[in-house]
């Protein structure tokens, strides 16, 4: 009840299987770039460490959290103590159960993630799939907004 209005997205995340083995299963290729740096690909802080199990969580709509277009590094910098950035299995999730958003020309920055120390997980469109890639972080981009979710969440 608390999340009305901020966090309006239930998903559920499954984090048994590797993100990088989820993606190919949801057929959500991964650029090169990101594929060669799947080694330098971790959580931004140990609040962005996900659970060993799957659970659920609230995450907030695009644009809900941020409606004007920020960099991923300005946004990690305004999350509140009750937010946590997106990471590639909410990405996942997202994707999975809301193809609607990417299709319409909506993406996410995961920003709860670092690729080496100066890239950022995304999901987007590329040919009109769905794909993981790995932008700069401190652009901001016009059709991207960060994936949030509430910090709290429901495991198992």
Avoid at 1 to 29: M, N
Avoid at 99 to 111: A, K
Avoid at 116 to 127: A, C, E, N, T
Wanted: hydrophobic letters at 30%; charged letters at 25%; aromatic letters at 14%.
């Amino acid at each position: 009840e608390e999340y009305k209005g901020k966090f309006d997205v239930p998903l559920i995340v499954e984090t048994r299987i590797p993100w990088q083995r989820q993606a190919e299963l949801a057929g959500i290729p991964l650029s090169d770039f990101l594929r060669k740096s799947i080694g330098q690909t971790n959580p931004w802080t140990l609040r962005s460490q996900p659970p060993e199990k799957a659970y659920t969580g609230w995450f907030s709509k695009w644009g809900q959290r941020f409606t004007e277009k920020i960099s991923p590094f300005d946004a990690r910098n305004q999350l509140t103590h009750d937010e946590v950035g997106g990471n590639p299995f909410e990405g996942i999730a997202q994707q999975v159960h809301h193809p609607e958003v990417t299709r319409s020309g909506n993406y996410f920055d995961l920003i709860g993630y670092w690729v080496g120390s100066d890239y950022v997980p995304s999901l987007d469109r590329w040919d009109g799939r769905p794909r993981l890639r790995a932008y700069w972080s401190d652009d901001a981009r016009g059709d991207f907004r960060p994936l949030v979710r509430g910090s709290k969440i429901v495991i198992g």
